[in-house]
C-alpha cells in the first residue's frame, strides 16, 4: 500500500486517470416483528429478530480527484464491467 500512496499526490492528468475499485457484499435482512413506532417521550422500539433474505454485491468505482464515482448493485456475484463514460 505505501508503494503508491505517492500517486494520489500527483496533480490530475486526464490521460491516466487514478480510478479507485471495490466491491463489497451486503446482507439484506428483514424485520420479523413490526417495530413500534415513536410516541412522545419514548424511541422507537425494535426487536433484534431478523429474516435473513440472503446477500448481494455491491461494486464502487471512484475517480476521487474529479469525484466521479459509478455505483452498481448486482442480484448475484458474476462478471461486471464498468461503464465510464
Not at 51 to 64: L, T
Amino acid at each position: 500500500m505505501e508503494n503508491i500512496l505517492h500517486l494520489y499526490a500527483l496533480p490530475y492528468d486526464p490521460k491516466r486517470p487514478r480510478i479507485c475499485v471495490d466491491e463489497r457484499s451486503c446482507q439484506l435482512i428483514d424485520d420479523v416483528l413490526i417495530p413500534i413506532p415513536m410516541t412522545p417521550g419514548k424511541s422507537k422500539r425494535q426487536d433484534y429478530h431478523y429474516k435473513r433474505n440472503g446477500v448481494c454485491p455491491v461494486f464502487m468505482a471512484f475517480e476521487p480527484l474529479v469525484g466521479r464515482r459509478f455505483v452498481q448493485v448486482r442480484e448475484q456475484r458474476t462478471k461486471w464491467y464498468i461503464f465510464w463514460g
